[in-house]
């Protein structure tokens, strides 16, 4: 098999963290014609190949991800080496791209990244997408970390995800003030009106099955899956809810909102997504260890 010529490879590199020949061709000062023929000379030497067009997308294909994480490592090692030799030090800015669930509270994702805050070299960029875009923002690269609620099915061992538990927040039952009942659920809740997330989360799924433990059955005027929807249903209907009390605790602080009674065995659970590489960058790894759950 021919040498790999690390020209070419640098190219693929640049294409695919950035999904676009047209921009990569830009930022390296070349033409579209030139990169893309740099890219086919390297699968040509390597036979393989790396991408794959969806529609107006260049998507990798999964040898096309396996060479890549290797391309990872080979180019940050290098680009920190070259920053040693120029400055006698390692590279100390540092950048990551986060992902967020459109429906995930606002109040867990400030607590995540709370950690980057305090480290003065180092910016992030929040994107809030669906499910589905996130996970294409992970494949293609442009994505270095997903937060989610909902966890990723890894059906072999070839599956390109990682899944990581970062936070697991007690389900409380909220709900306005003056209401609260004096007795511990489901006793003296006969009355009251509910709004809740939909069937499709976990925290509806385990809600509804300790409901059908002791035996009540929830009248419910309203479901959403968006958190902070939620938190505008049960602040201004007079309805209750199922959420982790974070999600309301600016009124829970000023009374607005009551929390009536933590609910046994009912979680929500918080996810951080990786793709499977060889390469993970430090700044990933180091804020997933701050964030480890106990």
């Given at each position: 098999?021919?040498?790999?010529n690390y020209?070419?490879?640098?190219?693929?590199?640049?294409?695919?963290?950035?999904?676009?020949?047209?921009?990569?061709?830009?930022?390296?000062?070349?033409?579209?014609?030139?990169?893309?023929?740099?890219?086919?000379?390297?699968?040509?030497?390597?036979?393989?190949?790396?991408?794959?067009?969806?529609?107006?997308?260049?998507?990798?294909?999964?040898?096309?991800r396996?060479?890549?994480?290797?391309?990872?490592?080979?180019f940050?090692?290098?680009?920190?080496?070259?920053?040693?030799?120029?400055?006698?030090?390692?590279?100390?800015?540092?950048h990551?791209?986060?992902?967020?669930?459109?429906?995930?509270?606002?109040?867990?994702?400030?607590s995540?990244i709370?950690?980057?805050?305090?480290?003065?070299?180092?910016?992030?960029?929040?994107?809030t997408?669906?499910?589905?875009?996130?996970?294409?923002?992970?494949?293609?690269?442009?994505?270095?970390?997903?937060?989610?609620?909902?966890?990723?099915?890894?059906?072999?061992?070839?599956?390109?995800?990682q899944?990581?538990?970062?936070?697991?927040?007690?389900?409380?039952?909220?709900?306005?003030?003056?209401?609260?009942p004096?007795?511990?659920?489901p006793?003296?809740?006969?009355?009251?009106?509910?709004?809740?997330?939909?069937?499709?989360?976990e925290?509806?799924?385990?809600?509804?099955?300790?409901c059908?433990?002791?035996?009540?059955s929830?009248?419910?005027?309203?479901?959403?899956?968006?958190?902070?929807?939620?938190?505008?249903?049960?602040?201004d209907?007079?309805?209750?809810?199922?959420?982790p009390?974070?999600?309301?605790?600016?009124?829970i602080?000023?009374?607005r909102?009551?929390?009536?009674?933590v609910?046994?065995?009912?979680?929500?659970?918080?996810?951080?997504?990786?793709?499977r590489?060889?390469?993970?960058?430090?700044?990933?790894?180091?804020?997933?260890?701050?964030?480890?759950?106990?």
């Open positions: 098999m021919a040498k790999i020209h070419h490879l640098y190219y693929f590199w640049r294409v695919a963290i950035s999904g676009s020949i047209t921009r990569t061709a830009e930022e390296c000062h070349v033409s579209q014609s030139a990169l893309s023929q740099q890219i086919k000379q390297l699968e040509t030497t390597m036979d393989v190949q790396l991408f794959e067009r969806v529609g107006r997308q260049l998507v990798l294909t999964d040898t096309g396996k060479v890549l994480s290797y391309a990872d490592e080979i940050t090692t290098g680009e920190e080496l070259q920053s040693f030799l120029k400055k006698g030090e390692l590279a100390t800015q540092r990551i791209n986060i992902g967020v669930l459109t429906t995930l509270s606002r109040n867990f994702t400030e995540f709370s950690p980057l805050l305090q480290e003065a070299n180092v910016s992030f960029t929040l994107s997408r669906g499910m589905t875009n996130l996970l294409n923002g992970l494949s293609s690269h442009e994505l270095d970390l997903v937060l989610t609620n909902r966890s990723v099915s890894q059906q072999n061992d070839d599956a390109i995800w899944s990581q538990l970062v936070s697991r927040q007690s389900v409380s039952i909220i709900g306005p003030a003056e209401l609260k004096d007795t511990t659920f006793d003296g809740y006969d009355g009251l009106k509910w709004v809740l997330p939909t069937g499709i989360t925290i509806r799924s385990a809600f509804d099955a300790y059908s433990t002791v035996g009540y929830p009248a419910v005027m309203a479901e959403a899956d968006d958190m902070a929807m939620l938190r505008l249903l049960v602040r209907t007079g309805a209750v809810t199922a959420l009390s974070v999600v309301v605790k600016d009124e602080a000023n009374g909102l009551a929390e009536y009674q609910l046994p065995n009912v979680y929500e659970h918080f996810y951080a997504i990786t793709i590489r060889t390469y993970v960058p430090e700044i990933v790894t180091d804020l997933l260890k701050k964030n480890m759950v106990d």
